[in-house]
């Protein structure tokens, strides 16, 4: 039995790992595609920017706003690329996949 334990929580790792890859290559493409297309002053960072203020800094309001405004331009530009549905998929098997990571591991 702990046999079978070990070879799911391994899986589940792996699969933790592999969406993890496909969420960061998928966005790295997406960003240089956009960078090529968009003009110099609207570049796109891989990180958001750093916060203005010790208040934005604690209480991160729009922790998301930078990834969402980036796949909106992605998709306003290349309207029929698949990117935007792999990041979101690898974002879903990546939560799935970690939380069934952390429940196999409970206990141990």
């Known amino acids: 039995m702990e046999l079978i334990a070990n070879v799911v929580y391994w899986?589940?790792?792996?699969?933790v790992v592999?969406?993890?890859g496909v969420i960061g290559f998928s966005w790295e493409r997406m960003r240089k595609q956009l960078n090529?297309?968009?003009?110099?002053?609207?570049k796109v960072a891989m990180f958001p920017?750093?916060?203005r203020s010790f208040e934005e800094l604690v209480w991160k309001t729009n922790g998301l706003g930078h990834f969402l405004t980036v796949l909106d331009q992605y998709r306003k530009i290349y309207p029929s690329s698949s990117l935007p549905q792999n990041v979101a998929m690898g974002?879903?098997?990546?939560i799935l996949c970690?939380?069934?990571?952390?429940?196999?591991g409970v206990g141990r």
Do not use: D
């Open 49 to 51: 920017p750093p916060a």
């Open 18 to 20: 592999a969406g993890f």
């Open 36 to 42: 090529q297309v968009l003009p110099s002053g609207q």
């Open 98 to 104: 970690f939380m069934a990571l952390l429940a196999s």
């Open 11 to 15: 899986l589940f790792g792996t699969c």
């Open 91 to 94: 974002v879903v098997a990546w």
